[in-house]
């Protein structure tokens, strides 16, 4: 199983990203993905998952403003980063269920 993510990168307050990741090695559609995030001095926590029904959950930091999605079709998972805060700032892991990670993507968010 490998999973390589992308997209990442420096933005100001108030921008946007949009983080890949491409999934290889496994039976993609049938596997709950999603989104964790460790900061600086922090523990990693959860961002946002969406299961192979399309069902998504975000955490209440990034509600209204992150979005996730997936295309079967292509092995590939996205987190929509919109109207970033300085506090978005970390390293975004996406994930695959139960225990495969890909390897961090860094989001910086100048104020």
């Known amino acids: 199983v490998q999973l390589q993510a992308s997209g990442g990168g420096l933005v100001q307050a108030g921008g946007s990203l949009r983080l890949s990741c491409a999934a290889s090695g496994m039976i993609f559609s049938i596997k709950a993905v999603g989104w964790y995030r460790q900061a600086s001095g922090k523990q990693r926590e959860l961002v946002a998952v969406?299961?192979?029904?399309?069902?998504?959950e975000s955490s209440d930091s990034v509600k209204g403003r992150f979005i996730i999605s997936r295309d079967n079709a292509k092995n590939t998972m996205y987190l929509q980063l919109n109207s970033l805060k300085p506090e978005d700032t970390a390293v975004y892991y996406c994930?695959?269920?139960?225990?495969?990670w890909g390897q961090g993507t860094q989001v910086t968010v100048s104020s």
């Open positions: 969406i299961s192979a029904g399309g069902i998504t």
């Open positions: 994930w695959i269920s139960p225990r495969y």
